[in-house]
Structure formats: C-alpha cells, structure tokens
C-alpha cells in the first residue's frame, strides 16, 4: 500500500477538518474515511493543496479535508472519532479523540442512531471525451438504487442514478447487474485547460466511492488556444487588406491560403479524437456541437466487458434517421449484452458528430469499398458473433435473440441469413439461393408463409442484413475484396464455407424492416456477376 501521511487537525463544533498527503504520489488526493468507533460515518477526500508546509519542512504539500458530523453523535455521550486512509488500518496522527457533546444546534432534533448502510461500488474511469462511469450498490437491499453525486473540484456538479446494467458486474455476482451509472462532464469542465478533480458520493451517506479521477481534456484546450490564434491571424490579415489597396490580389490569396489553414486545423483535431472528420459545412467546432447536442436527446448503449455481439452499422443514412435507428437497436437489444460499431463511409458530412449524443459506441471511419469496410469491421469486431446492418433498417422484437437462435440450431453455420420485409410488410428476401444467378429467395412474398417461419438452409445471405461467425471468417480469409459489390463478395464467401463443410441458414427471428422503398439489388457491377460465375464453376469442379 502506499505510505499516507497526515493528521486529525481538529473538530470544531460537527466539522472535523485535517489533512493528508500519498507519500509515494503527492499529487494524487487520498480518500479518507471517519468512523465513530467501528462505526463507519462517511469518508471524504484531501485534496486541497495546504500553502504552508508540514513543520519538518521535507514533507511534500499536504492536502486538506473536512467532514460534517451527523447529528447523532451530539446526543451527550461520550463518541471516539478516528480518521484513517480508505483501506488502511493505520489512523492519521491525533487521531481518535474523544467527544463528548450535545447538539450544537439543539432546534435539530436529533436523529436516530441506526447508520444508513455504506455503498459499495467503484469510480471506474473518467474517459477522454468526458463520460463518467462507475458503479455503486447497497449490499444489504440490493433492490434499492443508489444516488449518486457527482463533484468537481469539490464542488456539487450534477447527480444521476446508479441503475444501468452491468454485464462485468452481474458476472462478479453484484446483484442483478443493474448498478452502473455514466453522467458527462459539462462543457465548462472539458475546456478547461487546467486539471480538474472528479469525484462520486452516495448522495444518501455522503460516502465518497474509490477512487477520485483527475481530468484534462488537452486536445479541447489545445484545440480553442490554436483557434484564438488562427482568428486574430485573419483579423490582422482583413486589417492589412483594407490598408493596402495596391497589394489586393497578394493579400486575397493569402486570406484564402489562412482559411485553408483553419480548415486543416479542424481535420487535424478531428483525427486527433475519436469522431472523425469534421463536416466542412460547418462554421466552428463549437457551434457544430452546439447544433448537434441542442437536437438531439442524449442516450446510452450499456457498456459490455465481454459481449455476446457485435453490432456493426453502416452510416447509410441521414443524421436524424441514423439516430432514430440507433434508439431502435438500444432499445430492441434487450438482454443480450452488445457492443456497437458505427462504420462511417463518408457519405454524410455530420455523421462524425453523432457519438456526441450516443454513448458507448465505437466509431469507425473508413472511405473505402463496402466490401473493405465489412473486412475492417471484422478485424476491430471483439464479440464472437458479429450482425451486419448496412443500411436503413428498423429491428423487430427479440431480433437478436432469433440471431442466437439461428447459430444455435445450425451450429456448424458460419453465416446467417435474416428475414428482412419492405415497409409495406411484404417479404423483400429469406436468404440467397445460387441459380444461374443469384436470386433472392421469397422475393415479395408473404413472410407468413409456412417456408418463411422456420430456420432452413440457404446458399447465401443478402447484403442489407446477415450475421457472421468471427472465428469461422477468419479461417477463410474474410471477404474477397476484388468484388466491386458487397453483395457478390458475401456470395463468393458463403460458397467457399460451403466447400469447407459449413452451412449457412436463414433464420426467421432475425427479422428487420428496411426503410427504403427501392427494390434490393444483389449485383452491383457486370464484373461481379462473371467473376461470381467463374467462382461457382471453379467449386463445382472442385468438389467433384
């Protein structure tokens, strides 16, 4: 354990106020807690530089803290009140001391002696974009959510619940799971250039949860210092252009050479972060945020140490629709512990922007083909199964429960094929079946037909929707990326796992509804379909 150092400096009147300082690491704060005997009051943090130094002059700056008696220990019998370090059995210097007192404000009345209960739980991590996440749970009435507040700098900044699923949690046998929390720094504390201490209390006890994080969002502060610049540049160089006519056409081409260079600057931030390239279509930084965060309500996906699966959408369509069907995904997922990976082609100008209001996603942003795109995913992909959603789509029920399914009945499957409908509720497709071409099958047919509500064998699964083994499209090799189209690359795919000896199956339960009206176009390009054939005929002759 690390070598703490301090002292129980006094009680004065309920507030008991000393200091404390990690010998090891002397700017990292101490948690320190107050018992009333073995009775555990609270804890708080030291933090607070102290100017003076310590009387023997070598020890490092000390850190203050103060915590606030409850009233209960004012009811005029004698109370020993000891401060130690959080998780050390040592106690600080001139520490316990004995109190004996009544209640220094007698119109309170005095409350009961019964102590609430001490949380449980951790401050996991401060992330760089600012999100907060943790844990807290009372033991002894686990039905019971724990509220939490959040400080920085020592100063109440917001609250929040702790009520979110925990996969990580649940599996360490922590309840039912549903004790996490996530709470965003506000916009002042992420442009501040200098640290900031963040902190998580149970609102109930005033028990400070291990441990306090330090905060500084350098790529922000860096970011608004390198615009100030830029700005007062272009100020001076609008001033010269007025001053000097005769060198108009010089000085013109430099103020478009400054503009270049703010623009620069924004694409260089915006690789420096986890959001991408910023939309040249807006003005600042800032006021694309603004715009952003001011439309759209912000949600969370529940973050999964270990998920059961992969998610993967294609950015296909405009901001407001692909956060509609991002809500649609968090909302139908329902047990089924997933990560999520955004994969952004380019096409839209403001997708980058979307993590700002959904939470716990990956992004990905890649400018090449579909059928590179889907590889690339696959690589960054740490779930064992891996649904492909590339583009406008909303889930049905349970969907991914009917992707477990699926696997399940055909457990030698290294792909699946999903139960997609148009949006007049006629089936679009069940699966690919390989005839001279690919055709998809039920093709506008009733998706209440008897052949369209059991698993069955299919000889390929369909580019919209489809759901892929890892391990299985790694020993194969991913897809072939000499396809033009998505569509040929996942045929020529699943006829190489049937050679193999693997199956691929439609599954019924792994039903979406696709939000364009356009009839689905399997073959993209006149190359696909001559090297599909090629491919066919090469397997045929290969397997006799």
């Known amino acids: 354990m690390s070598d703490i150092a301090g002292r129980l400096e006094t009680i004065a009147g309920r507030v008991v106020e000393g200091w404390a300082v990690n010998l090891d690491d002397p700017a990292r704060p ?244 986890a959001a991408g390239q910023p939309p040249g279509s807006l003005k600042t930084l800032r006021g694309a945020v603004a715009d952003v965060t001011a439309k759209f309500r912000p949600f969370s996906f529940n973050l999964a140490a270990a ?43 403001d997708t980058p922007l979307l993590p700002l209001v959904v939470r716990n996603i990956r992004y990905l942003r890649s400018e090449r083909a579909a059928v590179a795109r889907v590889n690339e995913a696959m690589q960054a992909a740490s779930a064992e199964i891996v649904v492909f959603i590339t583009e406008l789509a909303a889930p049905a029920e349970a969907w991914l429960e009917g992707v477990e399914t699926g696997f399940a009945e055909a457990p030698s499957a290294a792909a699946l094929a999903a139960k997609v409908l148009g949006t007049d509720g006629v089936l679009e497709h069940a699966g690919v079946m390989m005839e001279d071409v690919p055709v998809l099958r039920g093709y506008r047919r009733d998706p209440d037909a008897e052949a369209f509500l059991e698993s069955a064998p299919v000889d390929a699964v369909a580019p919209e929707s489809f759901a892929l083994r890892r391990d299985i499209f790694h020993r194969l090799r991913g897809l072939d990326e000499h396809y033009a189209g998505l569509g040929a690359a996942l045929a020529d795919f699943c006829l190489r796992a049937r050679v193999a000896g693997l199956g691929v199956h439609f599954a019924p339960g792994f039903s979406l509804v696709r939000g364009d009206e356009t009839a689905p176009n399997f073959l993209t390009a006149r190359d696909d379909e001559d090297r599909l054939r090629q491919a066919v005929t090469a397997l045929q002759i290969s397997a006799a």
């Open 30 to 273: 101490v948690v320190v807690e107050v018992f009333d005997g073995d009775r555990l009051l609270g804890s708080t943090i030291a933090w607070r530089v102290v100017q003076e130094q310590a009387p023997e002059g070598d020890t490092p700056k000390q850190h203050e803290f103060s915590f606030l008696l409850p009233l209960d220990v004012f009811d005029g019998q004698e109370h020993v009140i000891a401060v130690r370090p959080a998780g050390s059995a040592e106690m600080l210097q001139n520490s316990p001391v004995r109190l004996v007192g009544h209640d220094p404000h007698p119109r309170l009345a005095v409350v009961s002696r019964k102590a609430p209960e001490i949380p449980s739980g951790s401050l996991d991590l401060v992330s760089d974009e600012g999100w907060v996440l943790g844990w807290a749970w009372y033991p002894n009435s686990p039905e019971e959510r724990v509220e939490i507040e959040l400080l920085v700098d020592g100063e109440l900044a917001g609250s929040t619940t702790a009520a979110s699923y925990r996969a990580d949690v649940a599996a360490a046998g922590v309840g039912d799971g549903n004790y996490g929390f996530s709470w965003a720094l506000p916009y002042h504390v992420l442009t501040k250039s200098r640290e900031s201490l963040i902190a998580a209390r149970d609102k109930k006890t005033g028990h400070i949860l291990p441990e306090p994080r330090r905060f500084r969002q350098l790529i922000v502060s860096d970011a608004l210092e390198k615009v100030a610049t830029l700005e007062n540049d272009l100020r001076q160089l609008n001033a010269a252009i007025a001053l000097s006519a005769n060198q108009l056409h010089a000085d013109q081409r430099d103020a478009a050479e400054l503009f270049r260079t703010v623009g620069d600057f924004f694409v260089q931030l915006a690789e420096a972060t």
């Open 307 to 349: 998920p059961e699966m992969t998610i993967c959408l294609e950015a296909g369509a405009k901001l407001p629709l692909l956060y509609q069907q991002l809500r649609q995904i968090r909302d139908s997922a329902g047990g089924v512990p997933i990560e999520l990976i955004l994969i952004d082609g380019g096409r839209y100008d």
